[in-house]
C-alpha cells in the first residue's frame, strides 16, 4: 500500500528530522558537518526554503524552515540528502544507504509554538549532555538567534523577529526563553507530533490544516487506551 504524502502547506513553518540509519552517526568530523551546512544553504537557495533553526548531532539533524509552496522542503530534502551522501561516502570510502529511511516532519503553528520548537531543537545538545551552555556548541543556531554570532543560514520568522525586537540587548530575550524549563509535556508533544508528522499547535490551527489539505492533523495518543475491567478482572 503506498504511504500517503506528508502534511505540506506553503508558508508554515516544518519541523523536521533526519536520522542515520540504525542511529549511526551521519558525521564523523567537522568537515562533515560543514559539508552538510554548506549543501543545506545551496539547497535552501536553491527552492527558496526559510531556515529558522537547525542543530546537528552525531547521527540525526533537526531543522525548522518555512518552505514558499508545497513540495518545496520534499525537494530541499532530497536534494541535500543525495549530494551529502555522496560526499560522504566518497570522503569515507564506503557505499550504500546514510539516512534512516524518510525524513519526518510536522507543521507548526506560528508565534508561541514556533519559539517554543525552536528552542527544543536548540536545546539538543544539553538534553545529550554535550554541554551545559546551547550557545557554546557551535553546530546549532543557538549562538546566533542569541545575537552572538552571524549565521548566513538563518532567516528570522517574524515570530523571531519580534522576539529579537523586545530584546535589549539583542537575543537576551531567546537567552530567557532557553532559561526557562521545558515542561515534560511539551517535549512528549513535540516528539508526539513529529513522529506522527502531524500539526503541533492550536486547535484552531490543526482545523485550518485539516479544512485545507483534507487530512487529520491531531496526534493519535502514544499507547491504545486499556480496556474497562468487566466483573472486577
Given amino acids: 500500500m503506498a504511504r500517503l504524502p506528508r502534511i505540506d502547506l506553503a508558508g508554515i513553518p516544518q519541523h523536521v528530522v533526519q536520522r542515520g540509519n540504525n542511529r549511526l552517526p551521519c558525521f564523523l568530523d567537522h568537515r562533515d558537518r560543514w559539508e552538510y551546512l554548506a549543501l543545506l544553504r545551496e539547497a535552501l537557495q536553491d527552492t527558496g526554503c526559510q531556515l529558522h533553526a537547525y542543530v546537528l548531532m552525531e547521527n540525526h539533524v533537526h531543522l525548522l ?46 508565534e508561541t509554538y514556533l519559539l517554543r520548537c525552536a528552542r527544543y531543537i536548540d536545546l539538543n545538545p544539553v538534553r545529550a549532555k554535550l554541554t551545559s551552555d546551547p550557545t557554546s556548541y557551535p553546530w546549532s543556531s543557538c549562538a546566533a538567534l542569541c545575537g552572538q554570532r552571524d549565521e548566513p ?16 540587548p539583542t537575543g537576551s530575550a531567546y537567552q530567557a526563553l532557553l532559561r526557562e ?17 502531524r500539526a503541533w499547535g492550536r486547535d484552531d490551527f490543526r482545523a485550518m490544516v485539516e479544512a485545507k489539505t483534507q ?9 491504545r487506551p486499556r480496556r474497562a475491567r468487566i466483573d472486577g478482572k
Avoid at 89 to 105: C, D, P, Q, S, V
Avoid at 153 to 168: E, I, K, N, R
Avoid at 187 to 197: E, G, K, V
Fill in 65 to 110: 524552515l518555512t518552505p514558499p509552496s508545497a513540495g518545496a522542503v520534499g525537494r530541499m530534502m532530497q536534494r541535500l540528502g543525495r549530494r551529502y551522501v555522496a560526499r560522504f561516502n566518497a570522503r569515507h570510502e564506503r557505499t550504500g544507504t546514510l539516512w534512516e529511511g524518510r525524513y519526518k516532519a510536522c507543521l507548526v503553528d506560528s
Fill in 153 to 168: 543560514l538563518l532567516t528570522l520568522h517574524p515570530a523571531q523577529q519580534a522576539l529579537q525586537a523586545s530584546s535589549q
Fill in 181 to 197: 524549563a521545558m515542561p515534560d509535556e511539551e517535549l512528549d508533544a513535540i516528539r508526539l507530533y513529529l513522529r506522527q508528522q
Fill in 215 to 223: 487530512r487529520f492533523a491531531s496526534a493519535r495518543p502514544a499507547h
